[in-house]
């Protein structure tokens, strides 16, 4: 059949008009994307948590399937490949040139629409969620002026909280506790001995990571670090060399309690003077922060606490006067308790009855104040974790944990 022009003019016109009013909405759409990567970076603690990643890349593989479930249910699988990582979270598994493999269901989503197509260039914003695997908004279509916005925004997480590793350290913290069982601590060191690297090409399933050990050279965070030398094992030490400094955090449980070394994975080699200066003022803060963290978990200790056993909850302010260890191993102290008004102050004994072998002496100091909490049946207090059993001294944490304890009775 042939067509006058005047069909063709009408043709060439509706293309245009269905062309002006895909690119606004195509523009909506990753608007309101970039604006939930902006929400997210903006949110250390939830980058942290998440494990995030950003990268500009290209899709390289996309399939949609129906599902019947639902009237709009879509799964989209998508593939990346990564060409440049514009921030990468320490336990992620992104690298340039590898790939990142995405599959959701949403009932409410829609396929992608064009531009998007294998080969599309796209700015992706991921989590790496180890139990369920890489969780990603919706791609962004590729524009410089985009790139600039997240790289502004990423410039500006940066300066908060300098390097992914740094910021995964601030978060560890937030909630930290020097006499936690696991004995965190953050300090300055330095590498002592690196493991040889292949920089060929390796064919493996699963990768070693590389292992370095570091000496510390100054404590920043953590109770009677002895250990000269930490072993790290992390992706990011395999750019470590022998002698560079590093800032380090290891927070993680000991793997053998019996043994002496334990391994970690949080260290970089961003020693500059403006990122010391941070973990100076991340440890002074998480100082500050213990005794709300401590009060915090009294409270579950109380919320969760059967009271038909016998026990019941106590907090005494005085200090140590011997300490030993009972018959069975288990570290006990004789503990004056001044917060009465007695003229003859009465004489505690401590139980700490861990539900793990303490990886080290107790941080015990005959004649130091100190505050404990502890559940008392007849003449013995048991602590069921050091970091409640062995409190900084003062007036207002006193009084939090006492006011929490009368709470109950």
């Not at 002006?20 to 309101?32: H, I, K, R």
């Not at 599959?103 to 991921?126: M, N, W």
């Not at 990122?275 to 500050?288: G, I, K, L, S, T």
């Not at 302010?317 to 503990?335: C, L, Q």
Request: glycine fraction near 8%; include cysteine; charged fraction near 25%.
């Amino acid at each position: 059949m042939r067509r006058t022009f005047g069909q063709f003019a009408v043709l060439a016109l509706l293309c245009l008009v269905l062309l002006c009013l895909g690119s606004p909405l195509l523009w909506a759409e990753d608007g309101a994307t970039l604006s939930m990567v902006l929400e997210r970076l903006r949110d250390p603690h939830h980058l942290a948590q998440h494990h995030s990643f950003v990268f500009v890349g290209e899709i390289s593989r996309m399939e949609t399937i129906h599902h019947h479930r639902c009237r709009a249910g879509v799964e989209e699988k998508l593939e990346y490949r990564i060409s440049e990582l514009l921030w990468n979270d320490p336990d992620s598994y992104a690298r340039s040139g590898g790939n990142v493999g995405k599959g959701f269901i949403d009932c409410t989503q829609k396929r992608l629409p064009p531009p998007f197509e294998a080969g599309s260039k796209v700015i992706v914003y991921c989590e790496a969620e180890p139990a369920r695997g890489d969780r990603c908004l919706p791609p962004v279509h590729f524009a410089d002026d985009r790139l600039q916005k997240v790289r502004a925004w990423i410039d500006e997480l940066k300066q908060k909280e300098g390097d992914p590793v740094l910021l995964q350290i601030h978060d560890h913290l937030r909630d930290s506790l020097e006499l936690a069982p696991s004995r965190p601590i953050l300090f300055l060191g330095q590498v002592s001995w690196a493991e040889p690297i292949n920089r060929g090409p390796r064919i493996c399933t699963i990768c070693e990571l590389p292992t370095v050990r570091v000496a510390v050279n100054r404590l920043l965070w953590g109770y009677d670090a002895k250990e000269r030398e930490i072993a790290f094992s992390c992706r990011g030490c395999a750019d470590f060399s022998l002698g560079m400094k590093v800032i380090a955090y290891c927070g993680s449980p000991w793997p053998n309690y019996t043994g002496p070394e334990r391994m970690c994975s949080l260290a970089t080699s961003a020693y500059t003077d403006e990122n010391v200066h941070r973990a100076e003022r991340w440890a002074a803060q998480a100082r500050q922060n213990q005794q709300a963290v401590i009060l915090s978990k009294i409270r579950k200790s109380l919320d969760g606490h059967h009271w038909d056993d016998g026990f019941q909850p106590k907090v005494y302010r005085g200090h140590v006067e011997s300490f030993g260890k009972a018959e069975n191993g288990v570290p006990v102290a004789r503990f004056v308790d001044t917060s009465g008004k007695e003229s003859t102050p009465p004489v505690i004994t401590l139980y700490f009855h861990f539900p793990y072998p303490p990886p080290g002496p107790l941080a015990l100091e005959v004649g130091k104040p100190m505050i404990t909490f502890c559940y008392q049946k007849d003449d013995v207090c048991y602590i069921g974790e050091e970091a409640l059993g062995i409190i900084e001294d003062s007036d207002e944490a006193f009084q939090a944990i006492r006011d929490a304890v009368d709470t109950v009775h």
